[in-house]
């Protein structure tokens, strides 16, 4: 499977420089101007894997859809910035068509009901794309005032509101509040279990979110039964071969993977690779993940040439996704440089892991995990670089932070910089 995944790679980069790639609605070529860019949003292929920014903003207002923010062609949802783009668009386009109906109609029209549900669930996608890309308190806004409208709904344990707390949880995840997310959760757990029942998508996607939660704060043993329960909920409800269940065989393959587990480990994120580039195709940030994680897997079993292969082409697919401007590019380009490290070219490797941190800098906290995840790593390569001091700075700064944030001393990053500062103080000592 890695030699299969390594010719993909070769005939991903032997087709960039032959094809020349046009927009599928204009189809015309891309230019300087930011709006005319060429973005590959979704699962199409061929022909129809590139627009421009502009192009499909147009036409998706044309189309009229007030909360839709997938392709018609592939049914996937978009992603990278056409999916902010179209999200902001169809918010802003139900709130024009709220005041029409509250000026026309009256505050008791029927019509009022139905279109501020929709705003709901505007709200909470466009709080979803802000939230993966750092503007927590602007998505925080946005669930809130969903929060408040859909509270006050008839009825007990109604799913509309289970969806608002789902953006929450998101949210709160990425900002690392993980107690507080894993309440909501719990609380979430419940109201879809009454309202849905356990044989439902929906309580499948909670306890997927329960054992994400519980492996990021350490506790690998209380969410390995969640996410197995999720991925046979997903098996029975929809088949082998779906996106949803290849997510549930992502987060299960990480689980295994930091129990020392490597060939179950492997066994699942192939599984899962396998159903998401069938799916959609060898360029999309799902299949990007996929690379990444067993790109990291490969790196601990001490395979770091297959590892290198796969996060460059990790990175390349988020780049291309993304932009250049996206903090999923500061895992890529953190994971890329502590495998550089590995290798011993310790002057790319402190390159790459300073543009990790230049890149978190602007998304997230100075005590969010993800930032101190790469100051730690910083903080190793400088110590290889002999910068000893420098590098016990980094690194125990990165352990007092997440000991702050709650992480367990069995926690796979406390254990890392844990032993590294161990051996920094040993060398300075002597």
């Known amino acids: 499977m890695v030699e299969n995944i390594r010719s993909e790679e070769k005939q991903c980069l032997q087709s960039s420089i032959t094809e020349v790639a046009s927009c599928r609605i204009c189809l015309e070529e891309a230019n300087e101007d930011p709006e005319t860019r060429l973005v590959t949003p979704c699962a199409c292929r061929g022909s129809a894997e590139y627009v421009h920014v502009a192009c499909i903003k147009q036409w998706h207002a044309v189309r009229n859809v007030t909360t839709d923010v997938s392709c018609p062609t592939c049914k996937q949802v978009y992603v990278g910035e056409v999916a902010l783009v179209l999200a902001e668009h169809n918010l802003r386009e139900i709130e024009k068509a709220l005041a029409l109906i509250k000026l026309t109609e009256g505050e008791d029209s029927v019509n009022l009901f139905r279109m501020e549900e929709m705003r709901n669930t505007a709200r909470c996608r466009l709080a979803h794309e802000l939230g993966t890309r750092g503007r927590c308190e602007q998505a925080i806004e946005l669930v809130e005032k969903s929060l408040e409208t859909r509270s006050r709904l008839p009825g007990k344990n109604r799913p509309e509101l289970a969806s608002s707390l789902d953006s929450m949880i998101s949210i709160l995840t990425a900002q690392a509040k993980y107690p507080e997310a894993l309440r909501m959760a719990e609380s979430m757990r419940v109201l879809l279990r009454e309202s849905l029942g356990e044989e439902h998508p929906g309580y499948a996607a909670t306890l997927n979110s329960l054992g994400a939660l519980l492996s990021y704060m ?197 254990v890392k910089f844990g032993r590294h500062n161990k051996e920094l103080i040993e060398s300075m000592t002597k």
Request: net charge neutral.
């Open 218 to 414: 350490g506790r690998l043993d209380e969410a390995e039964p969640l996410y197995r329960q999720a991925l046979g909920i997903r098996e029975r409800l929809f088949g082998k071969d779906n996106l949803e269940v290849a997510e549930s065989l992502n987060n299960l393959a990480v689980l295994v993977k930091n129990q020392g587990r490597y060939k179950d480990a492997e066994s699942l994120y192939l599984r899962s690779h396998q159903i998401r580039e069938t799916i959609l195709g060898t360029s999309h940030p799902h299949v990007a993940t996929s690379l990444n994680n067993l790109a990291a897997l490969y790196k601990d079993m001490g395979d770091l040439e297959s590892s290198k292969v796969l996060y460059v082409r990790s990175l390349k697919i988020r780049t291309k996704a993304h932009g250049d401007n996206h903090p999923i590019l500061a895992e890529s380009l953190n994971n890329l440089s502590v495998m550089l490290r590995e290798l011993g070219d310790l002057e790319e490797a402190e390159a790459l892991s300073k543009r990790a941190i230049d890149l978190c800098s602007r998304f997230f906290s100075v005590d969010h995990p993800k930032y101190l995840n790469c100051k730690g790593n910083y903080g190793i390569v400088l110590k290889d670089l002999g910068r000893l001091q420098e590098a016990k700075t980094c690194i125990e700064d990165a352990l007092a932070g997440l000991e702050k944030m709650g992480f367990l001393s069995t926690h796979v990053w406390v």
